[in-house]
């Protein structure tokens, strides 16, 4: 490859990367698979190595992907949080017992080798045998404080067992989601006609970023235990004795790990564990082998990201080759078609597939697919697999390339796609398909909360023409409803009730509804706050919404942009006709007490649920965090606080009752 390409295609990996780490890390919500991610940064490590140090000191491949969120309070490792490398390739692993040979002398190691956990990395420190905090694997030098949410694991002791433990550890491990408590928020969720969670790994991480420590509770977290990073003084000499003594210490372990002797016995481990790994509770994705003896680990240091004493290898997703049919495109509530593959029917991973995802048109053109040729599929725990490459076969050369739409299949607009962008989008807001999603999405328990309103509802009132958008909601007639299927007289009248209860609703509710992009729950609280009415909302300038907290030039830009289209602001003016609230209900006097303060609640509060004073304190225009840092300005305490208490004194925030609380609101 010549020279000048092999950099553009570096360019292309290394925003391609970029993207994924936001949606894995940040946003709990990936694209692709594991093993596409792992096989593009593969790629770009393979042509980074023309390159000189400083040329790739800024690329993705040289330091870890950041789960950090602006909503946490940032908490520093005592000892840095490392990822680990990892391959698909047993060559590749033979050469990491043969580079530790090269470094520590020619001899067969002894290895622990355990089951590789899908989820979410965590360190949690212990002080005299006190859990103290949880925090994520961040940027590996700090991470979110997410402690309230960790203290939900009933299987994770508050006290160690026994007494022979260090003054100060921290233990490293993962949290994740056993299948079948995934299987049954997913249940829960699809009888609310909710989109369903992709697989455990996405649920477990979106859980441990609630901000509310209840909702968290409600799924059934679970975490396993496994590494060391500071601890004074030093306790331990070999990963087997930190196994032993966390099982002795009441912390949850692996149920099975391995100590062998030489890299021949660690791959015959490999191949036992690739057969049993279905019989584990947590989602299992390979093996994990580490340096028994941690002087060895200490020895052989570290890269810019990752230990040398211990890689994981990782085993290759079930796959199977089958046809593609056709190729649908589906469209979103924001207008995005997204194609789907229809295939010939194949058994893979315990199920029958008939569905795959092609995410977008770059990728459909980076794969190479056609219709009628034969491709691979994967579902790696995917809900719905995807398309992973065409076999490039006599059929593949006998069909013809696929070329993307360029108007919506569904009402025949011409698609735009802007710069920087890889989705192509419908601009019409009448296009049915974007109707059904967003009146789902004004429905929801997120936004207006319309009890009896569901998916199935809303295709039969858009089907029967008596919804377009949702102001014709507040139009309906019970007698029109009779008409539908599965609609008697109490159902219609109960429909009808929910949609007029929903005119009371919150004004930051509405906002939310209203389905701006890039304006979620949070946000649409904040501007609720500041701007007190919709109709504030709607006349406020670019420069004026970049005064709110978390608003910036996109999100404002955003704002902007929905309030200035025609088609929304005959919507509003429907809105306000059939009396949909749309005033805040704090007075200007209220908001200013708590403007700008943020606060922390912890402990059981006198007379109040924490929903209760964070409303209280919301209302009058504070903002409300899971986490206490320098930022907190007040940490509302009850009894029994917990570490939130602590970390207050320790930062010196002042810490106040709910009586203290009254009179600052007053």
């Known amino acids: 490859m010549p020279k000048e390409d092999n950099h553009k295609r570096i360019e292309k990996l290394r925003k391609q990367i970029e993207h994924h780490d936001l949606l894995y890390y940040k946003k709990a919500h990936p694209e692709i698979s594991d093993y596409e991610y792992d096989q593009l940064k593969k790629e770009l490590e393979t042509l980074e190595e023309t390159l000189s140090d400083r040329e790739r000191k800024e690329s993705p491949t040289e330091r870890i992907g950041d789960d950090r969120l602006s909503e946490f309070a940032s908490y520093k490792h005592r000892k840095p949080m490392y990822s680990i490398d990892n391959s698909y390739d047993k060559k590749e692993l033979f050469e990491f017992d043969a580079r530790l040979r090269r470094m520590l ?78 299987q049954r928020i997913n249940r829960e969720r699809e009888k609310e006609d909710l989109v369903l969670y992709a697989n455990p790994r996405n649920l477990a991480a979106g859980t441990v970023k609630l901000l509310d420590p209840k909702e968290a509770a409600k799924r059934k977290l679970s975490i396993i235990l496994y590494g060391i990073g500071y601890c004074h003084p030093t306790f331990f000499k070999r990963q087997q004795e930190v196994h032993e003594k966390f099982k002795k210490w009441g912390l949850p372990i692996h149920e099975q790990y391995w100590v062998v002797k030489g890299i021949e016995a660690v791959w015959e481990v490999i191949e036992e564990l690739d057969r049993i790994k279905n019989n584990f509770d947590y989602g299992t994705d390979g093996a994990v082998v580490k340096l028994d003896e941690l002087a060895f680990q200490d020895q052989v240091g570290m890269t810019s990201k990752a230990p040398r004493g211990m890689i994981a290898y990782k085993f290759a997703p079930e796959q199977a080759i089958t046809i593609l049919k056709s190729i649908i495109i589906q469209v979103g509530r924001t207008g995005v078609l997204t194609p789907v593959a229809e295939l010939e029917s194949v058994h893979l991973a315990g199920s029958t597939v008939s569905r795959a995802t092609l995410h977008n048109e770059d990728e459909i053109k980076r794969k190479a697919i056609r219709i009628g040729s034969k491709v691979v599929i994967e579902k790696a725990g995917e809900i719905i697999p995807a398309v992973i490459e065409s076999v490039k076969d006599q059929l593949w050369e006998k069909c013809e390339p696929y070329v993307f739409p360029t108007k919506c299949p569904a009402c025949g607009t011409q698609a735009m796609r802007l710069p920087g962008e890889v989705a192509w989008k419908c601009p019409n807001v009448a296009c049915p398909p974007q109707v059904r999603r967003r009146i789902e999405h004004f429905a929801s328990r997120q936004a207006m909360d319309i009890e009896n309103l569901g998916k199935a509802v809303v295709d039969q009132l858009v089907t029967n023409n008596l919804c377009e958008h949702v102001a014709d909601l507040y139009l309906i007639k019970e007698e029109q409803l009779l008409g539908l ?130 409303e209280l304190i919301e209302q009058a225009g504070g903002h409300v965090s899971s986490s206490v840092s320098k930022k907190t300005d007040y940490v509302l305490a009850g009894d029994s606080p917990g570490s939130k208490l602590d970390k207050a004194k320790e930062l010196k925030v002042k810490i106040i009752s709910v009586e203290e609380l009254k009179k600052l609101l007053a």
């Open 485 to 614: 299927e599965r609609f008697a007289e109490k159902s219609a009248r109960n429909l009808i009730q929910g949609i007029e209860e929903s005119k009371k609703r919150p004004l930051w509710r509405l906002i939310n509804g209203l389905g701006i992009a890039d304006v979620g729950e949070q946000g649409s609280k904040d501007l609720a706050r500041h701007f007190f009415s919709l109709e504030s909302l709607m006349k406020a300038e670019e420069e004026d919404l970049m005064k709110v907290e978390g608003v910036g030039v996109v999100v404002a830009k955003s704002v902007k942009f929905f309030f200035n289209e025609p088609h929304n602001q005959e919507i509003i003016r429907r809105l306000i006709e059939y009396g949909i609230n749309t005033k805040s209900d704090v007075v200007h006097r209220t908001h200013q007490v708590l403007q700008g303060k943020n606060f922390v609640i912890t402990g059981t509060l006198p007379n109040y649920s924490r929903d209760e004073a964070k």
């Open 105 to 182: 002398g020619d001899h067969d190691f002894e290895y622990v080798v355990e089951p590789k956990i899908d989820g979410v990395a965590v360190s949690l420190t212990y002080e005299n045998g006190v859990f103290i905090r949880a925090v994520t694997r961040g940027n590996g030098t700090e991470g979110d404080d997410i402690t309230s949410n960790v203290k939900t694991i009933r299987s994770l002791p508050l006290h160690l067992k026994g007494k022979d433990y260090p003054e100060i550890i921290e233990i490293r491990g993962e949290i994740y989601i056993c299948e079948e408590e995934f």
